[in-house]
């Protein structure tokens, strides 16, 4: 009886550990220069993220580059996952108001790696984003 209540018990809690594990590129990321936070979360099927803190000098460079408002930016638009853990889509660079094509990849439960690149993933830059623990 009490393995049989224990196998219940796992298999109630099963996919919500699977949907967590599935979902660890959504969260709250810091840029390596701890400049930007930006919130990964879904967006129907896709995930997008979006600027939700940014210091003095992340928001004037913005501004420059013809982003008034860093703000609620959208950086990370219309991505698609394409395996667990890795998102293909579009990200938006706000000091230079362009929007590339990009990955964002987890590399474990606290770092992602986001990588943009100009066409035909030529002349691509990468970052490590670290996870901001709620």
Do not use: Y
Not at 2 to 15: C, E, K, T, Y
Not at 92 to 103: A, H, L, Q, R, W
């Amino acid at each position: 009886m009490r393995v049989l209540g224990l196998s219940i018990a796992l298999l109630a809690v099963a996919p919500a550990l699977s949907a967590e594990a599935r979902d660890q590129s959504f969260g709250v990321w810091r840029n390596p220069s701890n400049s930007v936070h930006v919130r990964a979360e879904p967006c129907g099927q896709r995930m997008c993220g979006v600027v939700v803190w940014a210091n003095d000098k992340a928001k004037a460079d913005a501004a420059r580059g013809g982003t008034a408002q860093l703000i609620g930016a959208r950086l990370f638009r219309d991505f698609r996952q394409e395996k667990p853990g890795v998102w293909r889509g579009r990200v938006f660079v706000p000091d230079i108001n362009k929007t590339f094509s990009g990955t964002v990849s987890v590399l474990d439960p606290n770092r992602i790696e986001g990588k943009g690149c100009l066409v035909g993933r030529i002349g691509c830059k990468s970052q490590i984003w670290t996870r901001i623990q709620p």
